[in-house]
C-alpha cells in the first residue's frame, strides 16, 4: 500500500528532530554513512544522550505508603555504570530453568556479585540484571573448578508488570547515592527504597525525541553491520580459514528442568523508517586475521552494543505503551499517527511521518510466551 507524504509534514518540529531526519545532525550523518567506523566511544555518546538516570531528578515520595516515583530502571543504570557489587536475597525464575552439565550452585546462598548488564527483552516489555553471579561454580574440561558465571535475573516479568520472584536487590551505596537518597527522603528508617515504578510514567515522550532516534538509527546501522561480518566470516570460513580452537567454546550439555505454560501478553513494535544507508564496509583481508576480526566485530555488536542500546529503547517502548498510548508529545509540530499496512504482511501500523524520508512506524500486538508453570 503506497503512503501519501503526512500533509502536516510542512509544519514545524523540535529543532533537534529536523536535524536528525535532515542528515544535519553529525551523530545521525555518521550512523548513516557505512563507512564511518562506530567504536565504543561513538556509542557511548549516543547512549548516554537522554540516558536514564537518578542525576537532575527531583522524585518524591508517598509517605503513606512509603514508595518513590523514582523508577527502578533509571536508578539501576549509574549503579551498573559504576559495576556494584549486589546481592538478591531470593530469587524464582520466571522462565524454565535450564541446568548445565559442570556446573552447579551452593544451595541456599544468596545470589551475589558484579552488576554486568542491563538485559530487555525485543519482543515483549521484559526488563533483567545481569549479575557474575558468585555462586555459581563451574567445571572446565580439565576437570578445574571456577567460582562465578554470568546469569541473568527478571525484574520486570514478561507481561510488563513487576516480577514477583524477587522482593529485594541490596548493594552499598556510593556518597553521591547516599547524598541523593537522604536529599529526596527516599530511604526508609531501615535503610531501603521502594519504588512505586519500574518505568516513569512521563517518559512515553521520549520516543518522539532525538535521543531515542537517533538510538533507533544506531540499532538499525550495527543491525545492518553485523549481518555484514557474519557474511564476511562465512565467505573467509569458504576459502578454507578457520577460527583458532580457543575460539571455540565446549559449551556443555544441556537440559531443561520443569513444566512450562504458554501466556499471552501485550507488547509494541516499532520500527524506524529511513532512506537507507550509504557507503560500503571494508572486505576483510583473505587471512585468518580477517576471519578473526570478523568473529570478534559481530561478537561485540551483537552481544555488548546492541543489547545496551536496546535498553533505553525498550524502556521508553514499554512507557509508551502503558502510560501514553496513541498520544503524540507537543514538540512535532501538529503531526499525527496515520493507518498504515504493509502489503506485504498485512501488518498494521501506525505511521508518524517525519520527513520525506523517516518515519516511526509503531503497532500494539499480542504475543504467546512461555513461562514456568510452578
Known sequence: MEVDVDATLGREIAESIRGVVSGEDPIAAKIMDR???IDEEFVDKVVTKGVMSW?????TKDEKYSVSDLDLLSFLVPVYQRGAVIEIPEYTSRRQVIKKEGVRRIAGAPRFGKLTGLISNKDVFSFSIQMFDNTIITTDTADQEHVGDHRRFMVVDVDGYWHEGWKAIQFKANAEENEFLRTWG???GEGK????YWVHPNRWQSIFGAPHLLKKLLFTRLDDEAVFYRDERKRLEAKGFRLPETFLKDWGKTKSAGETKPIQVQTIESVLEHGGFSGNYTT???TQEGLVYAYERNKLITYTWKPLIQFGIRA???AYLWHGKGQVAPWMGGRQW???Q???RHAKWQRLGLSEHFALLLREKTVTERVSAE
Open 338 to 340: 496515520q493507518p498504515y
Open 284 to 286: 576483510l583481508p583473505d
Open 193 to 196: 527504597v521502594v519504588f512505586k
Open 342 to 344: 504493509e502489503s506485504s
Open 35 to 37: 563507512a564511518y567506523p
Open 316 to 318: 521508553n517502548e514499554a
Open 186 to 188: 527516599l530511604i526508609d
Open 55 to 59: 542525576l537532575d531528578r527531583k522524585p
